[in-house]
Every structure is written in structure tokens, then in C-alpha cells.
């Protein structure tokens, strides 16, 4: 099984649904439940790879295109959305939640 997992920024930022992104992924990927972040650069330095592990977890990042406020354009996501059984949004009114609501599986 695959639960995807999006959010609009990951570590090295550090907050309430950050957090809770990585403990839930990484408490899967100990029952054998992989479980990718994919996320963007905004708000994070944009000098980190674009894809990593973080504490065994895998984590793709693409550019933001631009933002207004706080929702931030990462088209290039689009891509990755495929291949899962399942898709967990963090947080919401977001490009990435968006993204996994209105694009087909």
C-alpha cells in the first residue's frame, strides 16, 4: 500500500503539520506502509534537493512558480500525483490539497 502525503512545505521547517506529516509517515513506514511526502520549496531553502530521504522517508520537493499569500503555485507536482492508494492533504486551501481533490487518479 501507498499513502501519499501533501503539504505545501516539509523540513528543515519545523511546525504542527509538518510534524504531524513526517511522525504519521515515518509510524507507517514502520508497518511496511510507504508513504512519500510531496511537497514544494516555499518557505524552505531552495538549495535542498529536490528529492531526499528524510529519517528513511522519501520527500520530493518542486518550485513554487509564484504565490499569492500563502497558496503557492507548484505546478510541477502534478507529475507525481500517481501510483497511490491513497492520498492524505495536509492543511487545506492550499495548491497541493487542491491538486490532489481536482486531478483524476
Known sequence: MIVLRTIENFLPYVCGPINQAFQISRRLASRNVRSPILTSYFDVDPNLPSFEKVGGLEVTRTPVWFHVMRY????????HIKGFDILHAHNYRNFQTDCGFFLPL
Open 72 to 79: 503557492a503555485i507548484s505546478p510541477g507536482m502534478i507529475r
